[in-house]
């Protein structure tokens, strides 16, 4: 590698530090460059829709600890706008240019924002998304002045968590989705069903088949009311809106890259392709925004925003940058997620969504501690536990073996009485 | 030679000093069907996979049958209704989900950080205690007159068992603690002993209960008694399962851990001067004596579905014996397997079972044996082992020395 060109890595993430930690325990000894929008070192991001909402932890204790010695040039607060790939050089928002000799992109991915068009004028204030540090510092403060009614838009996960605080804060919520569970795209409408039993009992003003319209501002200019599709309004001065994450691709543009609001497309290999599908000299990405293939969903791609694949990811695109090129290893991972939301530890495995089958293995739904596996045309493709994690492991590894549904027959509280179709929404019109 | 009378020779108490290379050949063969239809597992990968398998089964006690007594009205009548409940109401190491869960969640609460903090202050008092009734000798056992009373004093305290009856506790503690003991199940005199002594601790159990009911305290069976409303409780039955386990689990094999630990620091002398120069490296050398020399070195099972593991098939219904200390000293995972090496790094032993059964009791072990192994390098001066190997206690899965003769130049 040349020496004096280095590896820059975009996007100061967890992606981001634990790819270039990667680079560091791999024996790169190089410059090495982390380049960030934000003016924060690497934070964590799942206690912001937790902990940090609820006040436990400060938004600024949430930065993550550093494993290894870096020994960086950090670039902060300054945002990545252009890559120059045929003079390899990253340009950044002050005008300067970084060259790089390799390049890990882990720009992740931003919070969907409410459209605003011409015709829907300027939003009102009081209305928050939830992905960033600052994020959920504005966040936290709207919710402890306490705001008479919470509208969350959107029952996906981070809307299922800012719902449970909001309630464990003693504050009113309503909670609209436009499918018939929370959930519902992630787990299908069956075990979503669960999520509703929670909403009910911790008194959360669940509104399946909802699409909100518009917000109406009062006077000063602040969020007052929410305007349904079906006629009728919702009366709420803090309202959050989560509809779930766009790629942060905008800066790779004029690139050359596969690149999208989906993401940005790689291969097996974790490295970039370019318009022609090739792998893009010296161009790797990890995390939230790279969209690869994945061994276990033949002819898909899929981006993950999962907390262990940026880790795993960004270690395995550091292993092939330092590796030669017929040396570069595929990147097989098993998608897995977590949620903590009405006092009920969620976690999952593989990728239900697809699947045309579940069943609940182990536990019942009506106890709200269970385990359920997914399946496909007679494979098992996913499993996801509420309070039962400790089993997952195993239905991990015969989901990677891709074993015939259902898997681990004679389990001790298992029935097998509750199966039936998932009932994932159609898939969303883009 | 053929494997499938092996598990019988580290039954046998004539291995017991040393079933360490019996259990390198079991080794050989990671899940081993023994002549009796049972399966021993004994690689460290074979045991991962299996306790974290939900087809593995802990209720595989066989159904409570108290011996007959000759009196037809206790034969006929009361007996009977004893087993049911009994067979009804296990502790929940004998429960499976979603009971097990319940339970153990309810038992977990108990151990709330007041009350762990509270027992590091009364385990310290204890062990000084019982190390300042030694001054004077330079001969002494460490399990008679340390290692046993410690755990059941600890106990009963966190219990709120007054001081009192921690006596007749300890009694009993001694007959039941053979109940947990597997190879003792058949014995018809063991069997007898254990239900007399059940019945004795149940009854003393229900009055301590009722007594925790009118005056609450801060203690562990003052919080099971008297749950708060909405909050998820026990039955009284299942309460007096609880407390008894509470009490047996945590003693027999806390005094295996704190012997186990002296004698094996007294065999390697430059850990002893180690830890006795460097107070603060107990967490790591205890862990290391988790491994090396476990306090429980098997616990039963029974698959209730045909289970594949290891290239081979345990069929639906087959007693598995998890063979927890042959996992420890797996060369394919731990390097160097049988040196004690308290530096040792990525130590996942199985001293303390693992999966959902794993110990409740794990955090009250570890202070208790880090204060005494602490406590006694201490204040031992110039310990020696009167005899190497120690007699032990006939239990195999129990496992440890009966007597530890250890001379003193003096008590410091």
Same mark, same amino acid.
């Given at each position: ?20 930690? $990667? ?34 932890? %400060? ?42 000799? !390799? ?44 705001? !008479? ?77 929410? *305007? ?18 766009? %790629? ?98 969620? !976690? ?16 019942? %739904? $009506? ?62 019109? *883009? | ?51 974290? =398998? ?44 979603? =009971? ?48 046993? /009373? ?22 009993? #503690? ?57 909050? /998820? ?48 490296? #107990? ?32 069929? #639906? ?64 001066? #110039? /310990?020696?082992?009167?005899?190497? /190997? ?23």
């Amino acid at each position: 590698m040349s020496a004096d060109r280095g590896v820059v890595v975009v996007g100061a993430s967890l992606a981001g530090l634990r790819g270039a930690e $990667a680079l560091r325990r791999g024996g790169y000894a190089g410059p090495l460059t982390l380049v960030g929008d934000e003016p924060y070192q690497p934070y964590d991001r799942p206690p912001l829709s937790k902990h940090v909402l609820a006040g436990e932890l %400060r938004p600024d204790a949430t930065a993550l600890p550093h494993l290894v010695d870096l020994d960086a040039t950090w670039r902060l607060g300054q945002p990545a706008v252009g890559l120059d790939r045929a003079a390899r050089m990253l340009r950044l928002a002050d005008g300067s240019a970084l060259p790089y000799e !390799k390049l890990l992109i882990a720009t992740g991915a931003r919070a969907r924002s409410w459209p605003v068009t011409e015709k829907t004028g300027p939003l009102p204030s009081g209305i928050h998304t939830l992905r960033s540090r600052d994020d959920a510092a504005a966040l936290r403060a709207a919710l402890a002045a306490g705001p !008479k009614r919470v509208l969350i838009v959107g029952a996906g996960l981070i809307g299922c968590e800012a719902a449970s605080c909001c309630r464990d804060l003693g504050l009113a919520v309503t909670l609209a989705d436009p499918n018939p569970t929370p959930l519902a795209r992630i787990l299908g409408s069956r075990i979503g069903g669960v999520i509703v039993s929670c909403l009910d009992t911790a008194g959360v003003d669940f509104r399946p088949g909802t699409h909100v319209d518009a917000f109406e501002a009062d006077a000063a200019g602040r969020v007052c009311r929410a *305007r349904l599709k079906q006629g009728a309004a919702i009366e709420t001065d803090c309202v959050i809106v989560a509809l779930g994450a766009t %790629r942060d691709t905008g800066w790779l543009a004029e690139a050359g890259l596969m690149a999208d609001e989906g993401g940005l497309t790689c291969d097996v290999a974790c490295r970039a392709l370019d318009a022609d599908g090739q792998p893009a000299p010296g161009i790797y990405a990890a995390g939230d925004v790279a969209r690869t293939p994945n061994p276990l969903h033949v002819g898909r791609l899929a981006a993950f925003e999962h907390w262990g694949n940026a880790v795993a990811q960004a270690g395995h695109a550091a292993r092939n940058m330092l590796a030669a090129e017929d040396d570069q290893q595929e990147y097989r991972h098993l998608p897995a997620f977590w949620s903590s939301q009405f006092g009920i530890n969620i !976690k999952g495995v593989g990728l239900a969504d697809g699947a045309d089958t579940v069943a609940v293995m182990q536990g019942s %739904r $009506a106890s709200r501690r269970f385990l359920a596996v997914y399946g496909r045309e007679g494979r098992t493709i996913a499993a996801i536990s509420f309070d039962q994690a400790r089993w997952l492991p195993a239905y991990a590894e015969r989901i990677e073996a891709g074993v015939a549904f259902p898997p681990i027959l004679g389990a001790t509280d298992q029935s097998i009485k509750d199966f039936g179709v998932p009932d994932f929404p159609q898939p969303r019109s *883009r | 030679m053929s494997h499938d009378t092996l598990f019988a020779e580290v039954t046998d108490p004539a291995n017991r000093a040393d079933p360490y290379p019996l259990y390198a050949r079991l080794r050989e063969t990671p899940v081993s069907r023994q002549g009796d239809g049972s399966y021993v597992v004994s690689t460290h990968a074979a045991i991962r996979g299996l306790i974290f =398998d939900p087809r593995l089964s802990s209720e595989d006690l066989p159904p409570s049958q108290r011996p007959p007594t000759g009196n037809p009205f206790k034969d006929w009548i009361v007996n009977p209704i004893k087993n049911r409940v009994v067979n009804a109401h296990r502790p929940l190491i004998f429960r499976d989900p979603p =009971d097990h869960d319940t339970l153990r969640a309810i038992v977990m609460e108990q151990f709330t950080i007041p009350r762990v903090r509270g027992v590091h202050r009364e385990v310290e008092g204890i062990v000084e205690d019982l190390i300042d009734k030694l001054q004077g000798r330079d001969e002494i056992c460490l399990v008679e007159d340390f290692s046993y /009373p410690l755990p059941v004093m600890v106990i009963c305290r966190l219990l709120g068992v007054p001081e009192e009856d921690e006596e007749q506790f300890q009694k009993w #503690a001694t007959v039941l603690a053979t109940a947990l003991e597997p190879d003792s199940r058949g014995d018809e005199e063991a069997r007898h002993a254990t239900a007399t002594a059940f019945d004795a601790i149940s009854d003393y159990m229900r009055g301590l209960i009722k007594e925790k009911r009118k005056n609450p305290a801060d203690d562990m069976l003052s919080g099971l008694a008297n749950p708060e409303p909405g909050k /998820p409780a026990m039955g009284d039955f299942d309460l007096i399962a609880s407390a008894i386990l509470l009490l047996v689990a945590g003693h027999e094999t806390t005094v295996n851990l704190i012997t186990n630990g002296m004698l094996t620091l007294i065999r390697h002398p430059e850990e002893l001067d180690r830890l006795r120069r460097d107070p603060e490296r #107990a967490p790591r050398l205890i862990e290391e004596l988790l491994r090396y020399e476990p306090p429980v070195h098997f616990r039963t099972r029974k698959a209730l579905g045909d289970i594949d593991i290891a290239g081979t098939t345990i069929p #639906a219904g087959a007693p598995v014996i998890l063979l927890f200390a042959a996992g420890n000293r797996d060369p394919a995972r731990f390097a160097d397997p049988d040196r004690f090496d308290p530096d040792r790094e990525d130590n996942q032993h199985f001293g303390f079972g693992g999966g959902l059964h794993y110990c409740l009791g794990a955090p009250l072990a570890r202070i208790e044996t880090e204060i005494a192994l602490n406590a006694l390098v201490r204040r031992f001066v #110039a /310990p020696r082992l009167l005899q190497d /190997p120690p007699p032990y206690r006939p239990g195999a899965s129990l496992r440890g020395p009966e007597k530890l003769g250890i001379g003193l130049e003096r008590i410091a």
